[in-house]
């Protein structure tokens, strides 16, 4: 079975930089500066088209290499911070909240 019936939808058609904006959730980007597969533009792309916090990690690398350990260290940091509450983008008010769409 190929993708489109078995998720309802083309991933070709799927472009997550249109809801970017939109988006207020803090977020964690993070690529290897020598993929090749998924050049590094796409994470930059999203993170400055990115409607709340964001933040973005470059590490050296390609696609399937391993992480170095900043990179984990981040990454815990950043779950630490969105989870245990001390991201202040968290107590952000939604410009859209009591607007009709």
Same mark, same amino acid.
């Given at each position: 079975?190929?993708?489109?019936?078995?998720?309802?939808?083309?991933?070709r #058609? &799927?472009?997550?930089?249109?809801a970017?904006p939109t988006?207020?959730? $803090?977020a964690?980007?993070?690529?290897?500066?020598?993929?090749?597969? &998924? $050049?590094?533009?796409?994470?930059?792309?999203?993170h400055?088209?990115?409607?709340?916090?964001?933040?973005? &990690?470059?590490?050296?690398?390609?696609?399937?290499?391993?992480?170095?350990?900043?990179?984990?260290?981040?990454?815990?940091?950043?779950? =630490?911070?969105?989870?245990?509450? #001390?991201? #202040?983008?968290?107590?952000? =008010?939604?410009?859209? &909240?009591?607007?009709?769409?």
């Amino acid at each position: 079975r190929s993708i489109v019936n078995q998720a309802g939808f083309d991933i070709r #058609e &799927v472009r997550p930089i249109d809801a970017c904006p939109t988006l207020y959730v $803090p977020a964690l980007f993070a690529h290897a500066l020598q993929d090749e597969m &998924v $050049p590094p533009y796409h994470s930059r792309a999203l993170h400055e088209a990115y409607g709340g916090n964001t933040t973005l &990690v470059t590490f050296e690398g390609s696609h399937n290499s391993s992480r170095p350990d900043f990179f984990l260290l981040s990454v815990a940091e950043f779950f =630490k911070r969105v989870l245990m509450g #001390e991201d #202040e983008s968290l107590n952000y =008010k939604n410009p859209s &909240v009591g607007r009709g769409l």
